[in-house]
């Protein structure tokens, strides 16, 4: 499969099984559909297709050029990945290694985000907060069900997780007394809203945290309007001085900034740009999943406008980095070198399986999004994983089980969306979110643009 599209002036051609990418000129660009319909088509038939707009010489060059590419393997090459995630499938239904989980810490906040899935914190139901009991069992299921793996990762998630802090301090010394005798290093990440950071909660996050998600939506009319306290007023310059100085404090690393769009910002590329110049490096802003009833949900007109964004926030990005002005958009991150494992460009975030969810009173779900919907309960930290049969769906959900993923160029960089995101939105967790499906192959063209410019 060959994807070809033309973006700031480059004619781009992803051989999409391989990964290679190759920046060409005219006429290899309208030659390489030709070849890839006609294999074996001879210069003449090229160029009566081509209607006679380049030379006959320059032709047989071309071509001889694009059959080249076939032969090292950089251009219509065959998928040779399907036979191995079948086999991953089983391996992993049959070994149920976990190594990542996402520790629900607060089932409550201190901001009202008016497009929260969690509903204020509660995942629809009650308040609450993760003792430490619970969390110290859920580091024990971690550490028992991880196999060989040494590497485990945990996240601190709420609700608002400095709601309950002490808790979180007591589970990662509890975790660091375990690194030594079971052979595992524990990478901690802490997911705030920042109302409640302060110099201590900072400094324990910079000795204790391999990654800080700070929650700011861009503009403060645009911040304010979805991310509001409890009381109504703005959250914006609360955390805005806050956020500053704790993007400094980690190097401008190991940390990202962390919005959401909506209808209301459909310009989000000026979230971005203003974040950017508000000092920080570390930039993640993504397009809000939610009842398509609401007011601020994204509608099928939004999309020409969303596009555009992408294409003009690439642009702008090549100007600042071109400048010395560094910044990294998270939805533009792209390794074309190397880039995830097979496994992980096939199946994604492996939730279900090798990542889940922990409530506040134990309970195990596929991922945080799917907390509260009780036919997704997975069992709990105390008996493992009861619901195999539950597990083993979404184990087995990859990028060759999702019909509309057979023909997308993107398969293998978004490893088949979001699961969360297509049941919410079909049904089904080997369905496909239409609307992110769009975003997703756009962003993948503007990042391997700006790896072409960029490497000018």
Partial sequence: MVHQYKNNGYNIVLDVNSGQVHIVDDIVYDLIPLIEEKRDAKSDYLFEKTGGRYPLEEIEEASGEIRELKKNGGLFTEDTFEPYINKFTEFKKEGGIVKALCLHIAHDCNLRCRYCFASKGEYHGQKALMSYEVGKQALDFLIGHSGNRVNLEVDFFGGEPTMNFDVVKKLVAYGRSREEEANKKFRFTLT??????????????????????????????????????????????????????????????????????????????????????????????????????????????????????????????????????????????????????????????????????????????????????????????????VNKELSGKFTSCNVYTKAKCADCFAKFYCSGGCMANSYNSTGDINGNYELGCILQRKRVECAIMIKAALSE
């Fill in 192 to 385: 705030t809203n920042g109302i409640l950071l302060n110099d201590e909660i900072l400094e324990f996050a910079n000795k204790e945290m391999g990654n800080l998600v700070l929650s700011i939506d861009g503009r403060r009319d645009v911040n304010d309007r979805m991310r509001p306290t409890a009381s109504g007023s703005g959250s914006y310059d609360i955390i805005m001085p806050k956020f500053k100085k704790a993007a400094d404090s980690r190097n401008q690393t190991n940390y990202y900034v962390r919005g959401t769009y909506t209808h209301y910002n459909t310009d989000f590329s000026e979230d971005v740009l203003h974040l950017h110049d508000c000092g920080f490096e570390q930039i993640s802003v993504e397009p809000a999943v939610s009842d398509p009833k609401e007011d601020y949900a994204l509608r099928e007109e939004d999309v020409p406008v969303l596009l555009e964004q992408y294409d003009l926030l690439a642009k702008e990005i090549i100007k600042r980095r071109k400048e010395g002005r560094f910044i990294n958009f998270f939805h533009f991150m792209i390794d074309l070198e190397g880039g995830p494992c097979v496994a992980k460009r096939l199946s994604g975030c492996g939730a279900g399986g090798e990542y889940m969810a922990v409530t506040p009173w134990g309970d195990l779900y596929p991922c945080h999004q799917f907390v509260g919907n009780e036919e997704f309960k997975l069992g709990n930290v105390y008996d493992g994983v």
